[in-house]
């Protein structure tokens, strides 16, 4: 049952929080603490459900662990204000107050962080959420419910819904529709948010959208091709290519083309490691199913009968089932089904380029903008590049860009708000202006 009550809103919703904002932190930093202390459980539950290396499930248990003991420390500093009126018998306040119920639909590719870093904030804000997970992941969800019990959250603040795939659209239906839900909080595909934003117009929701990438990685002429091609490593084939800001187009200058592109092969045969995400030596799980498999055979396949070369990988992986080599194509143009669609992938496209403003106008041919990467140690370019392209979050000389500090968000169909950071808690709250009159 997806219907969420009124009863079930003792941590606030814009109805009188029952819950002081001090007793919010306390119990969203014993959550921390309680994540912290399962660590490595929850980190196993994540590498089961989605096939993640357990390393990098231990990495998003920490990031994730971050967000609630972060918004723990928010939820104190929630404040008002108080205005100057031109009329002297008034006086102008400005209060911050709960949306309300928070309905939460998360990923299977980051199955606890992209839970807490909206939770997190919706909690500490004094509202209660539906939280509705993949259908491929609903055990992190089920297990943070868990933790949250024990942390002494009351019963109804944190819901979920675990649903079949079958099910899915319905339940998101309800969710976007129902008048009781105030606020619809998503990460996943543009074309479902697309979908959600239709349903959610209905009752005029809230809603924050956090939506498909296709970030671009230029590398120019003046770059540090080492910290470049480590920087690439890392931002593409992060569990196994299969995250939003997962590089999807590699823009490579002219002048280090070649030399970039020798150095990024031997890096991939050399570091990266296909296997069960339980053995030690692996880097590169399964892909989440077969259906992800096949965009990538598609994308290679249309890129290779329109003149682009493998450089390495290129196939199914030996292991078999949805395991994949990591991929490097070269002679990449435009025109390529991989530089105009997000793979979620192991697969790394280079196009090569001449100019600067040829590479700006290629990577913000897009019609989303999540994240962008470049690499230069030109200052002056640094500047210019950081402020044209046109997405939500940039990394100069860096691949990896998240942190719980940083406001974490697209532009143009990339989605609407930002996630972590002081801003998060913002897309929780309600500004209600009260005029304080006969003085």
Known sequence: EARPRRRALPAGGGHG?????????????????????????????????????????????????????????????????????????????????PVGVAAIITPWNFPSAMITRKVGAALAAGCTVVVKPAEDTPLSALALGELANQAGIPAGVYNVVPCSRQQTPA???????????????????????????????????????ELGGHAPFIVFDSANVDRAVAGALASKYRN????????????????????????????????????????????????INEKAVEKVERHINDAVSQG??????????????????????????????????????????????????????IANAANVGLAGYFYSQDPAQIWRVAEQLEVGMVGVNEGIVSSVESPFGGVKQSGLGREGSKYGIDEYLEIKYVCFGGL
């Open 17 to 97: 929080s029952l819950l002081s904002s001090q007793e919010r932190s306390v119990r969203l930093r014993r959550w921390y603490e309680l994540m912290m202390e399962n660590k490595d459980e929850l980190a196993r539950i994540i590498t089961a459900e989605n096939g993640k290396p357990l390393k990098e499930a231990q990495g998003e248990i920490l990031y994730s662990a971050s967000f609630l003991e972060w918004f723990a420390e928010e939820a104190r500093r929630v404040y008002g204000d108080v205005i100057p009126a031109s009329a002297k018998d008034r006086r102008i306040l400005v209060l911050k107050q």
């Open 240 to 287: 196994s290519g299969q995250t939003c800001v997962c590089t999807n187009r590699f823009l490579v200058q002219k002048g280090i083309h070649d030399k970039f592109v020798e150095k990024f092969a031997k890096a991939i045969e050399r570091e990266l490691h296909v296997g069960s995400g339980f053995d030690a030596k692996t880097t590169q799980g399964p892909l």
């Open 308 to 361: 682009a070369s493998v450089v390495t990988g290129g196939k199914r992986h030996s292991l078999g089932k949805n395991f994949f080599e990591p991929t490097l194509l070269s002679n990449v143009t435009t025109k390529m089904l991989c530089t105009q669609e997000e793979t979620f992938g192991p697969l790394a496209p280079v196009i090569k380029f001449e100019t600067e403003a040829e590479a700006i106008a």
């Open 171 to 209: 339940v998101g239906e309800v969710l976007c529709t129902d008048p009781l839900v105030a606020k619809i909080s998503f990460t996943g595909s543009t074309a479902t948010g697309k979908i959600l934003l239709k349903q959610a117009a209905g009752t005029v929701k809230r809603v924050s959208m």
